[in-house]
């Protein structure tokens, strides 16, 4: 589905998990690129740090954060200036594009029940917000800058002094804060590097239009969305 509906040129596709048999044939038969997961987080040193440090989550499951640290640290991998990322249970059904020709960006926006503490997890993150929008990024697919994700990490890293999925855990500890990549990244992109553009963008770049949030409040419900996502029905 999305060979067939995102209206962009696509590099590659890829596939990030534990490569077992199955997900290589798997792989192979769709003309995927497989990568190990834990080339870019080993997980029995991730799970290790956890269990050291006596780390509590405010989610039931360690894989939850684990799969949201994998799309971020991505960005070292990715080909091209910019990488889509879509759930594994989601299905676009209407065309999709991801950024204009005069550089505006879709962000998917609507309804988060844990937005609070997810907008929380951010501000902690970031030092702290001047805007905070009523509404939440978290869905079921982003489109990622890879340099606004590199920035983003390297902040996070520079005003923690650790790894940046060990501070999105630490700034949990005590507190009614749970992360979320897609809200983290669209505040941060939206909020924080659109007042510094010449920070993260090379010289070249800069008198391109900046990003503009193009407010698609799209809800969940099936008729409206251009995708489906079956966790939201299948419960």
Excluded at 90 to 105: A, C, E, Q, T
Excluded at 119 to 139: D, R, W, Y
Excluded at 209 to 218: G, H
Aim: glycine share 6%.
């Amino acid at each position: 589905s999305v060979k067939k509906w995102v209206k962009h040129p696509i590099n590659k596709m890829v596939i990030i998990a534990r490569p077992t048999p199955c997900l290589q044939d798997l792989a192979k038969e769709l003309g995927l690129e497989l990568i190990d997961e834990n080339t870019l987080l080993p997980w029995g040193a991730f799970e290790a740090w956890i269990k050291n440090e006596g780390i509590s989550l405010n989610h039931e499951s360690l894989g939850w954060y684990y799969q949201q640290f994998l799309k971020l640290l991505y960005y070292d991998n990715a080909d091209s200036e910019y990488y889509f990322v879509v759930d594994a249970d989601v299905v676009i059904k209407k065309p999709m594009v991801l950024i204009s020709d005069d550089g505006v960006h879709t962000y998917f926006v609507g309804e988060n029940l844990g937005d609070t503490i997810s907008k929380n997890s951010a501000k902690k993150l970031l030092g702290g917000l001047s805007c905070v929008p009523s509404f939440s990024f978290v869905a079921d697919l982003m489109c990622f800058d890879r340099r606004v994700v590199r920035s983003l990490i390297q902040d996070i890293e520079s005003r923690f002094k650790t790894d940046f999925y060990k501070a999105a855990l630490l700034v949990e500890q005590g507190n009614a804060a749970r992360f979320s990549e897609y809200e983290l990244y669209g505040l941060y992109a939206n909020f924080v590097c659109e007042g510094s553009l010449a920070s993260y963008l090379p010289k070249s770049d800069i008198g391109r239009p900046r990003r503009k949030l193009w407010l698609d409040a799209y809800k969940i419900k099936l008729k409206t969305l251009p995708y489906i996502a079956y966790h939201h029905y299948l419960r």
